[in-house]
């Protein structure tokens, strides 16, 4: 076909009227025609504008198809519904158990915290014997105890400054120390010939402030001390725990005008006055 019979034949073919071989001859000629292609393609949207071209209608198998892929949607749906539900069967006792401990209100949690203290102090004291366990636990304190202030003495009383102060400090690992130890201590504080011993021991004193004589000891140490810092160490103990026996021994040190250190004066002056 030359493409002015194609031209010719273009209405009978977007109507419908050729034959089926007249049909694909036209489709084989456009198909390697360019300027026929682009004018049937032109004819084609311009009739479709006017409504001349017949409305395409879906073919008898569409609707099979259709609700064939209905069908098989549904399937994948159910199928992956079943995997859920399996899934979430399998999930639950586990989430379950978490929400038993997830406790969401602080009472429970402190109670339930309370719970587990009482247990382990019930195990402990049951696999420790009962009473006679805890009984026995208490003698080993105790002798432990000592064994800590008897080493403690024995180093305070070494001609190395290093091993006074570790004794110092093995001093104040002893909870409730007798009044050999308190006294050793006092005894550092006033006539140890090294000034950081000294301080260490009033450092350690304050642990035991509450101790019968510890407070009077220092009151009569600030008197005789002869170091600024372990002075002014000793007022800031006293201050702080308010005692007010050091009132004299305070004004003593500010009136002695010879012998007190300027830093000790005012520091004297100021714990007078919180005192």
Not at 57 to 72: H, K, Q, T, V
Not at 143 to 166: C, G, I, K
Not at 237 to 244: I, K, P, Q, S
């Amino acid at each position: 076909m030359t493409c002015e019979t194609i031209l010719d034949n273009f209405s009978d073919y977007l109507t419908g009227d050729l034959d089926e071989a007249a049909r694909n001859g036209i489709r084989d000629h456009i198909s390697g025609c360019t300027a026929c292609r682009e004018e049937l393609e032109n004819l084609t949207l311009i009739w479709a504008r006017l409504g001349v071209l017949p409305e395409e209608r879906p073919g008898s198998g569409l609707r099979d198809r259709f609700y064939a892929m209905i069908e098989e949607r549904k399937a994948v749906l159910a199928a992956a519904s079943g995997r859920k539900a399996a899934a979430s069967l399998g999930e639950r006792p586990i989430k379950n158990f978490c929400k038993w401990f997830a406790f969401r209100r602080p009472a429970f949690a402190a109670s339930f915290s309370a719970f587990l203290l009482l247990f382990g102090i019930g195990a402990g004291w049951f696999l420790a014997g009962g009473p006679d366990g805890a009984r026995r636990l208490a003698v080993l304190s105790a002798e432990v105890q000592d064994m800590r202030q008897q080493v403690a003495l024995n180093l305070m009383d070494r001609p190395s400054a290093a091993d006074r102060l570790l004794g110092i400090g093995f001093s104040t690992a002893v909870d409730t120390p007798d009044g050999t130890t308190l006294e050793a201590l006092i005894a550092a504080v006033n006539g140890d010939p090294n000034p950081n011993v000294r301080l260490a021991a009033v450092e350690a004193l304050y642990l035991f402030r509450n101790r019968p004589g510890v407070r009077e000891g220092l009151v009569r140490s600030l008197t005789v001390q002869a170091y600024p810092i372990v002075q002014i160490a000793i007022i800031d103990f006293l201050v702080d725990v308010r005692e007010e026996r050091a009132a004299e021994a305070l004004k003593h040190l500010i009136d002695n005008e010879n012998l007190i250190d300027p830093a000790v004066r005012n520091r004297a002056e100021q714990g007078l006055k919180q005192l």
